[in-house]
């Protein structure tokens, strides 16, 4: 038994290219809906004092698992557009949609995008809200709306050979 479990684990580690790490860049995360009306900016402050950050979504499953579980009009989420940050590291303005809690990109992984959005209304939608139907819209960032925080920490490290 002990030769099998070596064995698959070299087997693992050698299809990995000799790194392990968890199947998903986000586990499973709680989201939790907090209903006071804040910027997007104290809304973050808010979510990292009191769980991890404004919601991160790897996939529509987790959308899906959020709008099963609460009834809301528009939240905040953790995608926003920095210019300052991103546009100077990128180089460009063509991708600068970052989650706050990771830096990813928002357009290249996964996105929910409203068809017509990010639209920039205004010269000045840099944050993100979401409606009911679980598509982002661009949003000024001194709004004061509802938002959704979640708390989620990594279950596998990344361990490299």
Same mark, same amino acid.
């Given at each position: 038994?002990?030769?099998?479990?070596?064995?698959?684990?070299?087997?693992?580690?050698?299809?990995? !290219?000799?790194?392990?790490?968890?199947?998903?860049?986000?586990?499973?995360?709680?989201?939790?809906?907090?209903?006071?009306?804040?910027?997007w900016?104290?809304?973050?402050?808010?979510?990292?004092?009191?769980?991890?950050?404004?919601?991160? +979504?790897?996939?529509?499953d987790?959308?899906s698992?959020?709008?099963?579980? +609460?009834?809301?009009?528009?939240a905040?989420?953790?995608?926003?557009d920095?210019?300052?940050?991103?546009?100077?590291?990128?180089?460009?303005?063509?991708?600068?949609? !970052?989650?706050?809690?990771?830096?990813?990109?928002?357009?290249?992984?996964?996105?929910?995008?409203?068809?017509?959005?990010?639209?920039?209304?205004?010269?000045?939608?840099?944050?993100?809200?979401?409606?009911?139907?679980?598509?982002?819209?661009?949003?000024?960032?001194?709004?004061?709306?509802?938002?959704?925080?979640?708390?989620g920490?990594?279950? +596998?490290?990344f361990?490299? +050979?």
């Amino acid at each position: 038994l002990r030769i099998y479990f070596l064995y698959t684990v070299s087997i693992l580690v050698f299809q990995s !290219r000799f790194s392990l790490c968890s199947c998903s860049k986000f586990p499973p995360r709680k989201y939790y809906y907090v209903d006071k009306k804040m910027s997007w900016n104290d809304a973050q402050q808010y979510c990292r004092e009191k769980y991890t950050d404004l919601a991160t +979504f790897e996939n529509m499953d987790d959308i899906s698992r959020l709008n099963s579980t +609460f009834s809301y009009d528009w939240a905040w989420i953790g995608l926003q557009d920095d210019p300052k940050s991103w546009k100077n590291t990128l180089g460009n303005d063509t991708n600068s949609w !970052r989650w706050a809690v990771t830096g990813e990109t928002g357009k290249t992984v996964y996105n929910n995008w409203y068809y017509t959005n990010p639209d920039n209304y205004g010269g000045n939608e840099t944050c993100v809200i979401m409606g009911l139907e679980g598509k982002w819209y661009d949003k000024n960032c001194g709004a004061s709306t509802s938002f959704v925080c979640y708390n989620g920490k990594k279950i +596998f490290s990344f361990m490299g +050979f």
